[in-house]
């Protein structure tokens, strides 16, 4: 089992840049794929994007793609979402999530995936 916490977030002004981190308890970080979801007051919870567990496949929403980067750091059980240009539409609820078949190219859909934290709000000011 795997325990992630997420932290970054906060109040920022459209345009600005905000990095999220996830960090990972635990030894098995690097045996699954990652990804980035969140929840917009009303909305219902979307895919941002995912890691495969080497890093070496990555996958977006197109409402991110070209704003957004997701890296991780296996070395220091680290997941990180990098936003740019921040927009006041992607004020929400920032979670991250573990999918434990690494065997697996990294999911889209959130009942696939098998922990998660317990988020970090973003709020994006016009």
């Known amino acids: 089992q795997v325990q992630l916490v997420e932290s970054g977030g906060g109040l920022v002004q459209a345009g600005d840049s905000l990095r999220l981190s996830c960090a990972a308890s635990?030894?098995?970080?690097?045996?699954?794929?990652m990804g980035w979801f969140r929840q917009a007051p009303g909305k219902e919870r979307e895919f941002l994007t995912a890691?495969?567990?080497?890093?070496?496949?990555?996958y977006y929403a197109d409402s991110v793609k070209g704003r957004f980067t997701i890296s991780r750091d296996n070395a220091n059980n680290t997941l990180f979402l990098q936003m740019n240009t921040l927009k006041p539409d992607d004020t929400a609820v920032y979670y991250c999530?573990?999918?434990?078949?690494?065997?697996?190219?990294?999911?889209?859909?959130?009942?696939?995936?098998?922990?998660w934290g317990q988020g970090t709000q973003v709020t994006v000011s016009s």
């Open positions: 999530a573990a999918h434990i078949f690494a065997f697996k190219a990294p999911p889209r859909a959130q009942y696939e995936y098998h922990y």
């Open positions: 635990g030894r098995t970080f690097r045996n699954y794929n």
């Open positions: 890691i495969s567990s080497t890093g070496e496949g990555t």
